[in-house]
């Protein structure tokens, strides 16, 4: 259990670092959670933290951020390091956050964005060098574009001992139903079937699947390969005999959405595989395998929300929704990140993370390797350095209230 913070204890400041804040971006829901607070089990939690700095790397005509630091008073600094350091020479504040999403950047040859995340995280590490401390470090979805860039991240934190969370809101957000795979479980395979695209939401459907795959009996061991492909393809290799389970739990999981096509209001026929073939066709899919022969499957579909269904191995199926209710105007609050942000100010404050990093570390390279495997002409990438083991914590970290 994360240690208690006493109430006598002086207010702890952290720098926040982010690509860009408009409307709707990661920027915009993290920043206002910090500085104003959020709603959570029916009452206002007010801010556990204070923002001491603020650093926004671009401004464009959308923009909120300027009008976010001058409505909450924060000072913004012009460089990552001078956030850390308050314009000084030292590490001057208790924690980092780090928004590497949204914004104009460049993309490699396999169309991924190449967000500065694993750069900045390069900047905070080298000031924790310079300054003798390192303090708690939290980054937004995955690590990096490049696998040895993911481990090295990894690597400082364990060598220079600092509490490194990241990842997304899928694994703590509220589930429909209120539901968590006991640890030791006998899980068989996971699905997910969400939506959203390649390098973007597949780390979404890939953390929705993987915080369930991780409570397995004998705990995570790392994957070997995937194998991604789209559309005809992806549904003529789910058609091969071994991949019955998998088509039982693509079809589990799709009658757990809300947002399924419909015909003037309602389904054009029963869900089934048949069903999902014409209805979903444009449909892009990873198919995992994990070194101890468990299966994960992803499929992105369009459908709007975030589904998940497993097989244990006495032949239940089991699953849920992550709610995720995606924000459709500037009347909506996105209020799946209150949940993310009470984790995140629960490690600033404590010094402790909840969940082991290799969670984050492991999904990464599964985006990586659905990446690859796209480039190359969908057929399987092998990953041999991605026998990544761990086993999570005991306690789960999803908000079961409301």
């Given at each position: 259990?994360?240690?208690?913070?006493?109430?006598?204890?002086?207010?702890?400041?952290?720098?926040?670092?982010?690509?860009?804040?408009?409307?709707?971006?990661?920027?915009?829901?993290?920043?206002?959670?910090?500085?104003?607070?959020?709603?959570?089990?029916?009452?206002?939690?007010?801010?556990?933290?204070?923002?001491?700095?603020?650093?926004?790397?671009?401004?464009?005509?959308?923009?909120?951020?300027?009008?976010?630091?001058?409505?909450?008073?924060?000072?913004?600094?012009?460089?990552?390091?001078?956030?850390?350091?308050?314009?000084?020479?030292?590490?001057?504040?208790?924690?980092?956050?780090?928004?590497?999403?949204?914004?104009?950047?460049?993309?490699?040859?396999?169309?991924?964005?190449?967000?500065?995340?694993?750069?900045?995280?390069?900047?905070?590490?080298?000031?924790?060098?310079?300054?003798?401390?390192?303090?708690?470090?939290?980054?937004?979805?995955?690590?990096?574009?490049?696998?040895?860039?993911?481990?090295?991240?990894?690597?400082?934190?364990?060598?220079?001992?600092?509490?490194?969370?990241?990842?997304?809101?899928?694994?703590?957000?509220?589930?429909?139903?209120?539901?968590?795979?006991?640890?030791?479980?006998?899980?068989?395979?996971?699905?997910?079937?969400?939506?959203?695209?390649?390098?973007?939401?597949?780390?979404?459907?890939?953390?929705?699947?993987?915080?369930?795959?991780?409570?397995?009996?004998?705990?995570?061991?790392?994957?070997?390969?995937?194998?991604?492909?789209?559309?005809?393809?992806?549904?003529?290799?789910?058609?091969?005999p071994e991949r019955q389970v998998t088509r039982e739990l693509f079809v589990s999981a799709l009658c757990r959405s809300h947002n399924l096509p419909v015909d003037t209001g309602y389904t054009s026929a029963p869900v089934t595989y048949e069903w999902a073939k014409q209805n979903l066709p444009e449909t892009t899919g990873y198919l995992i395998e994990h070194v101890d022969g468990f299966h994960t499957?992803?499929?992105?579909?369009?459908?709007?929300?975030?589904?998940?269904?497993?097989?244990?191995?006495?032949?239940?199926?089991?699953?849920?929704?992550?709610?995720?209710?995606?924000?459709?105007?500037?009347?909506?609050?996105?209020?799946?990140?209150?949940?993310?942000?009470?984790?995140?100010?629960?490690?600033?404050?404590?010094?402790?993370?909840?969940?082991?990093?290799?969670?984050?570390?492991?999904?990464?390279?599964?985006?990586?390797?659905?990446?690859?495997?796209?480039?190359?002409?969908?057929?399987?990438?092998?990953?041999?350095?991605?026998?990544?083991?761990?086993?999570?914590?005991?306690?789960?970290?999803?908000?079961?209230?409301?």
């Amino acid at each position: 259990m994360p240690k208690l913070v006493r109430a006598d204890e002086p207010r702890k400041r952290i720098a926040f670092i982010g690509t860009e804040v408009h409307l709707h971006s990661h920027a915009q829901h993290f920043l206002d959670r910090f500085s104003m607070g959020y709603s959570m089990g029916g009452r206002w939690r007010a801010p556990a933290l204070d923002v001491a700095s603020v650093y926004i790397d671009q401004f464009h005509e959308q923009d909120l951020g300027r009008q976010r630091v001058e409505r909450y008073g924060h000072q913004l600094y012009s460089s990552v390091t001078e956030a850390l350091t308050l314009g000084g020479s030292e590490l001057a504040v208790d924690g980092v956050v780090i928004i590497g999403e949204h914004g104009k950047f460049p993309k490699n040859d396999r169309g991924q964005t190449l967000y500065p995340r694993y750069s900045w995280f390069k900047e905070v590490v080298k000031v924790f060098e310079t300054s003798g401390r390192a303090v708690p470090v939290f980054n937004d979805k995955h690590l990096s574009t490049d696998w040895q860039e993911c481990r090295e991240m990894v690597d400082d934190s364990r060598r220079l001992k600092f509490p490194f969370y990241a990842g997304s809101s899928l694994p703590v957000t509220w589930r429909l139903p209120s539901y968590e795979l006991p640890m030791g479980t006998p899980l068989k395979e996971s699905v997910c079937v969400a939506y959203g695209g390649v390098d973007s939401y597949d780390f979404h459907a890939l953390e929705t699947a993987q915080c369930m795959s991780e409570r397995r009996q004998g705990g995570e061991v790392g994957i070997r390969s995937v194998h991604a492909a789209r559309n005809e393809k992806l549904f003529e290799l789910l058609e091969q005999p071994e991949r019955q389970v998998t088509r039982e739990l693509f079809v589990s999981a799709l009658c757990r959405s809300h947002n399924l096509p419909v015909d003037t209001g309602y389904t054009s026929a029963p869900v089934t595989y048949e069903w999902a073939k014409q209805n979903l066709p444009e449909t892009t899919g990873y198919l995992i395998e994990h070194v101890d022969g468990f299966h994960t499957a992803i499929f992105m579909t369009g459908i709007r929300d975030f589904n998940y269904s497993g097989r244990l191995s006495n032949g239940q199926t089991v699953g849920c929704q992550m709610y995720l209710p995606m924000p459709g105007s500037s009347a909506t609050t996105a209020d799946f990140f209150n949940p993310l942000t009470y984790h995140v100010e629960q490690m600033m404050l404590t010094g402790q993370t909840r969940y082991p990093i290799e969670r984050t570390l492991l999904t990464s390279g599964m985006v990586i390797g659905g990446v690859e495997s796209l480039f190359n002409d969908e057929r399987p990438f092998a990953t041999p350095d991605m026998n990544i083991a761990y086993t999570p914590a005991e306690e789960s970290m999803f908000w079961p209230e409301g």
